[in-house]
Every structure is written in C-alpha cells, then in structure tokens.
C-alpha cells in the first residue's frame, strides 16, 4: 500500500508581529497569519490582478523562540508544515472545522535580516 503526502511549503508575509506563547512544560509555540500573493494578468483586459490569500501557521519549540527573536509584522519568510485539520463545537453545538499549517521548517528571507538568523531545522512535532 502506497503512503500519503501531507506537505505544504509556503512564501509570504507574516500579518503581524509574532507572540511567543508558552505550553505547559515550558515550550514555545507561536500561532501566526501568513499572508500569499498570487497574480495573474486578466485575458480580457490585459490587466494585471492580485489575490491574496491567508493561513495559520503553528510553529513550536525552537522556531517559536526564532519567530519571536527575529521576526516581525511584514517579515518574509518561507514554511514547511502539515496541515492538521481540527473540528470543535461552537455555542449552537454546530460542528465548526479549520485547516492549519503546523511548521517543521522556517527560513527567514528577509534582506535586512543577517544570514546567521536563518532557523533551518526539522522540529520534532507534539503530535
């Protein structure tokens, strides 16, 4: 039996500064909005068009801590993750689902970030 391939690999914007949060046992995680452009030139017009789309990004342990050290709203940087699909209950006991990436690889690509900055590390997942 052949196996699956869950792996997104992203390149955008953060949409706001990174809050390094804390787990019970002391690790870091941050959860962030990442934001990715796409263009296209309209065949009728010739114009060109942008959309731009937004994900959540979970980043645990040390890529926490670099998200917090290094980044900041606007910085570029490229993801590696899963994506993990999770379901709860809302008030009304409706069923509600999102789809987040959960992050085993970041490099900054920020220019004015020095290259020593780049966290280019597998991370052992929690789950």
């Known amino acids: 039996m052949s196996q699956g391939l ?3 690999m992203l390149i955008g914007y953060l ?3 990174p809050e390094v949060n804390t ?3 002391g690790s870091a ?3 962030a909005s990442l934001a990715t452009n796409r263009m296209w ?3 009728q017009t010739g114009e060109s068009k942008q959309a731009t789309e937004w994900h959540q990004v979970f980043f645990t342990r040390r890529l926490a801590e670099v998200m917090g050290e290094f980044c900041q709203k606007g910085s570029l940087i490229y993801v590696e993750g899963n994506l993990r699909t999770r ?3 809302n008030d009304r006991g409706e069923k509600q689902y999102t789809t987040d990436i959960v992050a085993y690889q970041l490099q900054l690509l920020d220019k004015r970030q020095d290259e020593n900055n780049e966290s280019n590390m597998d991370d052992d997942l929690p789950f």
């Open 23 to 25: 787990f019970n046992d």
């Open 6 to 8: 869950n792996k997104v």
């Open 41 to 43: 030139k309209d065949k």
């Open 87 to 89: 379901c709860w209950e």
């Open 15 to 17: 949409g706001k500064t």
């Open 29 to 31: 995680y941050v959860n």
